[in-house]
């Protein structure tokens, strides 16, 4: 239930700091069991927004600081130097309230590579029962698919003749259709899954917070921002966070979950005294465990996009500069809960290799059928096109650049410096190329070319690898997928173990996206609910057996 404010030094069994796409599912899977009290502290506000609910809407969203972190990186070496934008969700539901709703799993083979790294337990076949009891997907294949859970996966059955075009043109140039991307098969071209119910975002707030918001045992507090862990010697004993202009403070009986996401968890490690013992004390932090890997192995998948005007008036552009298309879909919505509103931009994709010697996919192409200036240009007044437009997005699955993020003061509200070093390894540019190359060709296709007036961006001006890498390096942007902060493993920079435990310490586990140790192959929601599924079983697990 939600609480205005909390008694002073109030207690809880356990206490979950922040309610994003990992943190309300362990928050609801904790207080499942009624005799666990269970506090859920949210930085942001709730999730009422009609611009939520609605897929499409997001639009409004991204550029909003009512909903948003307004999140800005190091100036990046290899981009210019250039800052970046890195919007995150600030609200019931964190990120996978504002991010694009799409569902995927993520490639079998990245899992095994976790599990090979030393994470026991964290290979497909162990994640395989996970994803199926978080997941409703009626129509798929009961032996590998769910059916009954709380986020429903919506596979599309009409697609607009741009999606259709763009898949046919993927098969004239060789590459298969995969009819279930989400099956343990990865590797081809298909339309798009979605996290949505009935039209509507189905995150992990609509989920699995929102059944379990009456539970007496469960008290969930906004606007309160963390501001670090409690510790009695090397045991978490509770929170210190500020609300209503106040520090305040929160006991765990039992333990403390960081889900706070992959910019925020390493921080309020360090600010709790927990990381890199030299980085801690030039900032004013007593050390309470030197654990260099907080912070490190930060990873994103950067993206480049081609734009092209289409020739038909088919796309989000056309729907978002018309109030008459606006009105027709905004109907057939309200009516059948389908059209342009129910999805949030791209429609189909490709996963492809770009060398027929690699073990698994390492490039991913994506079509969204709206165009603009950059990935944050998604209305008229922030840079869309104001001609029918669709954007190629192009996208390395395992860029070998890797960043670091750390506190750069005491202060909670100070946002951790974040430096995701995009580029800084010269394979990654060169993937690139070959990527824009592979998407160039699609373009060209049969099955495309009626559909296609001109190529907008880079334009075909841009073809030798000189001048390509410098529109790459001028127009790289973020996917969103930043992960690997507090990495779980084995190793001397490994953050977790495999049972999400921070090392060196007891009391604490960090749940959510940051860790993992590399990047799911695919769009990270899905994979950081199944996180939040495993780590919140555990927690239990352990909780039984202290029980006992
Ligand atoms: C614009 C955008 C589009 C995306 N599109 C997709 C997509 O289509 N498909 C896909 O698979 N993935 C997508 N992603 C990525 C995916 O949504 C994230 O990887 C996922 O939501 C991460 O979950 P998390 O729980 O780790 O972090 P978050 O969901 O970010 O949750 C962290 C929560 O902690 C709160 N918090 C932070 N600091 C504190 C503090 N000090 N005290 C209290 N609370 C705090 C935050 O406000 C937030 O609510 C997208 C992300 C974005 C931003």
Known sequence: MFAESLPRDAQFDYIVCGAGSAGCIVAERLSADPSN????????????????KVPLMVVNLINNPEVTWPYMTEPQVHLNGKPQRWTRGRVIGGSGAINGNLFARGDPAEYDHWRDLGCTGWGYADLLPVFMRMEDFPEGDPAVRGRGGPIHCTRLDKFDPLSDAFIQACRQAGYRELADYNDGSYEGVFYLQYTTRRGLRNNSAAGYLRPARRRPNLTVLTRAMVARVLFEGTRAIGVEYLAAGERRRATARREVVLSAGPLASPQLLELSGIGNQDILRKHGVRPIHHLPGVGENLRDHPNTRLTFECAQPITVNDVLRSPLRKLREGLRFILRREGLLSICSATAQMNYRSRPDLKQADLV?????????DRYARTPTTGMDMFPGF?????TLQPKSVG??????PDPTRQASMDPRYLSHEDDAQLFLRGMRISRGIAGMEALKPLVVRETRPGPGVVDDRDMLAYVRETLQTSWHMVGTCKMGVDPMSVVDPRLRVHGVQGLRVIDSSICPTLPSSGTNVPTMAIAEKGAEMLLEDGNRHRT
């Open 37 to 52: 009290q269970v506090l859920l502290l949210e930085a942001g506000g709730r999730d009422n927004d009609i611009n939520v």
């Open 365 to 373: 192409l994506r079509l969204q059928p709206l165009s603009g200036g």
């Open 391 to 395: 954007t190629f997005g192009v996208t």
């Open 404 to 409: 670091a993020l750390h506190i750069q003061s």
